[in-house]
């Protein structure tokens, strides 16, 4: 079946680590997106890529890093400078010459310890 | 800047009630709109998509609606049931696809 695959689900980390979560689409979607969601504060845009070596700032990337070498693949890298990095953090994708349906994997939650 | 918004944030009904959730949004240039469901510590399920040109789009006992000049949608719920408890969003697409516009979502408990 196709969808987007996270990994991974849990993460605890210590203060001053960097931590790198996947992300995995086998859709054949050129777009790919890292949100982060916080309780009462919605979905943040952290980083969006919409083809292979090219990615853009959301509104939130201070404190991350991102990479896209491959079509399927957009890895997100918590950095030690992101001051708050505990959170949910969300992965989707979409097929940009297609109807534009937004599609999402099942999350990480990332807790600094 | 667009701005989405979801009234109300929550809401609880007894089991069987038929219900509407509201989504508006500031810029009617959008290019499509979309409703999606997320159970705890889940991701985002689609659960309707609806493009500009369209007013609406049904799946089993969901339907959505679209305004686009007045700013708004809402989804109906028919026969609510327990299962269908669970944050509702919704989130709108400009024409580049360079960023989506969420609302808070509306948080919904159907009561047994």
């Known amino acids: 079946d196709g969808g987007i695959t996270q990994s991974p689900k849990y993460l605890f980390r210590k203060e001053g680590q960097n931590v790198t979560l996947s992300c995995e689409q086998n859709?054949?979607?050129?777009?790919m997106y890292w949100y982060r969601q916080d309780p009462g504060q919605g979905l943040r845009l952290i980083y969006y890529s919409q083809i292979v070596n090219d990615f853009q700032k959301g509104d939130i990337a201070e404190g991350y890093s991102v990479s896209r070498e491959k079509k399927e693949s957009f890895p997100l890298t918590v950095t030690s400078a992101q001051k708050n990095p505990t959170a949910f953090y969300l992965c989707?994708?979409?097929?940009?010459?297609?109807?534009?349906?937004?599609?999402f994997g099942e999350g990480s939650r990332l807790t600094v310890l | 800047k667009q701005e989405v918004t979801q009234i109300p944030a929550a809401l609880s009904v007894p089991e069987g009630e038929n219900l509407v959730l509201n989504c508006s949004f500031t810029d009617s240039a959008i290019y499509n709109l979309q409703w999606f469901r997320q159970d705890p510590g889940k991701g985002l399920t689609s659960l309707l998509l609806i493009q500009s040109s369209q007013r609406e789009q049904t799946s089993g006992r969901l339907n959505a609606s679209l305004d686009k000049s007045s700013g708004r949608s809402t989804l109906y719920i028919a026969a609510s049931q327990p299962g269908d408890s669970a944050t509702y969003l919704c989130?709108?697409?400009?024409?580049?696809?360079?960023?989506?516009?969420f609302g808070s979502g509306t948080k919904l408990n159907v009561k047994p």
């Open positions: 989707a994708s979409i097929a940009t010459s297609g109807d534009g349906e937004l599609f």
């Open positions: 989130a709108v697409s400009p024409h580049n696809f360079n960023k989506f516009y």
């Open positions: 859709l054949n979607h050129d777009a």
